[in-house]
Nanobody, 122 residues
């Protein structure tokens, strides 16, 4: 069983930054593709970004391109989402996800975290 634990959410003013972290329990973290999703109130869960085994494959939703960056630290079994120039519309619960490849992590993840709240005030 793989457990994902997100942290780093909080309240920030528009234009500010946050870095989300997702710690993965399993030692075979290096074999997993990782992704971030978000869900705003009253909306469906939205894909944000994904990163493959080598760290070289990244997909960002159009709404976050140029502002958000996904990265991974395999030695720490951790994936990060650096969020800059935050906007009120970025307010959502952010979820970490894992799967065996980057296509699956974007479409049908095998594992989910519990989510962390990000609130951006105007």
């Amino acid at each position: 069983q793989v457990q994902l634990v997100e942290s780093g959410g909080g309240l920030v003013q528009a234009g500010g930054s946050l870095r989300l972290s997702c710690a993965v329990s399993r030692r075979t973290f290096i074999n997993y593709a990782m992704g971030w999703f978000r869900q705003a109130p009253g909306k469906e869960r939205e894909f944000v970004a994904a990163i493959g085994w080598t760290g070289g494959s990244i997909y960002d939703a159009d709404s976050v391109k140029g502002r958000f960056t996904i990265s991974r630290a395999d030695a720490r079994n951790t994936v990060y989402l650096q969020m800059n120039s935050l906007k009120p519309e970025d307010t959502a619960v952010y979820y970490c996800a894992a799967a065996h490849n980057i296509v699956e992590v974007r479409t049908t993840p095998d594992y989910w975290g519990q989510g962390t709240q990000v609130t951006v005030s105007s």
